[in-house]
């Protein structure tokens, strides 16, 4: 019988001693190494050569999805299991696109991690029950349609995410106070919120509604009169055109020029110079931080963003350290961070 030589990584003695008793009853199947951070990982998987990859997600020095493309790279048999409690659905189809066999949640049976090895010996793939649950009700949810609102209600809305209280915002639509309580009720009526919050948690799903009062654009413009090209690299057409869109809408004299690979941001970044770029970290088949840097290469002077789905330090840290200006989770983008991140690089 071939021996499956298997690798553990985790950076918790413990977690990796419950992996190997889980898995001691697996015939063929030896431990022939165990490694708790991404550098010792990378070396093991070199010098060992194994057949099963079983590891976390989050351990010191280690950029998973990257190091998951590099490993399927140089060696394209190798099977790797994550076992992991991160349990949001993009950091797992970002892991399952980037090449991993299966993905285990850590507070799951141990029994079910036996047959989770046993799935992708044999050539399938497997995913945590509780996850394919949520991934298949993530795929059929119904797309909300944004109501049609009036403008009036529209600048209201963007008001509301610049968190303006009722005194300022009838300032600066020129109404009473009275008048714009009422107006605030049929907004919240229109889009069925019942809050402030709820309110911007509508707006940061529909950006596209958003509309910058008058006043405010002409004030944008005198302060910062001269187009500002800002690039948006996104391998996500979907999100990618929201954000663009959010830009748009947020900074309205910005010059938005979209790419879906890294290739394509370079070309664009040699071309325009833009002031300001977006890039998500996780992308298809590259690496996005590594991206920044070609980047950062071909136009000097762009001020580098990573925006990111994965909830990873060592992702924040590493892409801080290679230049970028800012760090943001993309469920926390919204008009009013970007407006900020926009306000801040030129206040640099």
């Known amino acids: 019988m071939t021996t499956i030589k298997t690798l553990l990584a985790d950076d918790h003695a413990l977690i990796r001693a419950g992996l ?114 949520r991934l298949v009700n993530q795929q059929v949810r119904p797309v909300e349609a944004a109501p049609a609102l009036t403008r009036r209600q529209r600048e209201l809305l963007y008001m509301l995410t610049q968190g303006y209280n009722n005194q300022k915002i009838a300032w600066e639509m020129d109404l009473s106070i009275k008048t714009v309580e009422n107006h605030l009720t049929a907004l919240y009526r229109a889009i069925g919120a019942e809050s402030r919050l709820e309110a911007n948690n509508y707006a940061g799903k529909h950006p596209e509604v958003l509309l910058i009062p008058e006043k405010e654009r002409q004030g944008q413009t005198d302060s910062h009169g001269e187009s500002l090209d800002v690039l948006v690299l996104d391998d996500n057409p979907r999100y990618r055109a929201q954000l663009a869109k959010l830009l748009a809408k947020t900074w309205p004299q910005a010059s938005v020029h979209e790419a879906d690979d890294c290739q394509q941001a370079v070309r664009l970044a040699e071309q325009v110079k833009p002031f300001l770029a977006f890039i998500d970290v996780v992308l298809k088949e590259e690496d996005g931080i590594q991206c920044a840097r070609r980047i950062k290469a071909a136009s000097p002077a762009t001020l580098m963003v990573l925006i990111s789905a994965y909830p990873d330090r060592e992702f924040r840290r590493i892409g801080l350290n290679a230049g970028a200006v800012a760090f943001l989770d993309k469920k926390d983008i919204d008009a009013a961070t970007v407006r900020q991140v926009v306000e801040d690089a030129l206040a640099r």
């Open 20 to 133: 190997r008793d889980a898995l001691a009853s697996l015939p063929g199947l030896a431990v022939v190494g165990e490694v708790g951070n991404g550098p010792d990982l990378m070396r093991a998987v070199e010098t060992l050569q194994p057949s099963l990859l079983v590891m976390d997600v989050n351990m010191p020095d280690f950029e998973p999805v990257a190091a998951v493309q590099h490993i399927r790279a140089l060696h394209p048999d190798i099977k790797i299991l994550v076992v992991s409690a991160y349990d949001d659905e993009a950091y797992v189809v970002g892991l399952l696109a980037a090449g991993v066999d299966g993905y285990h949640l850590k507070d799951q049976p141990l029994s079910d991690l036996e047959l989770a090895v046993r799935r992708i010996l044999d050539g399938g793939r497997w995913i945590s029950d509780p996850l394919v649950n």
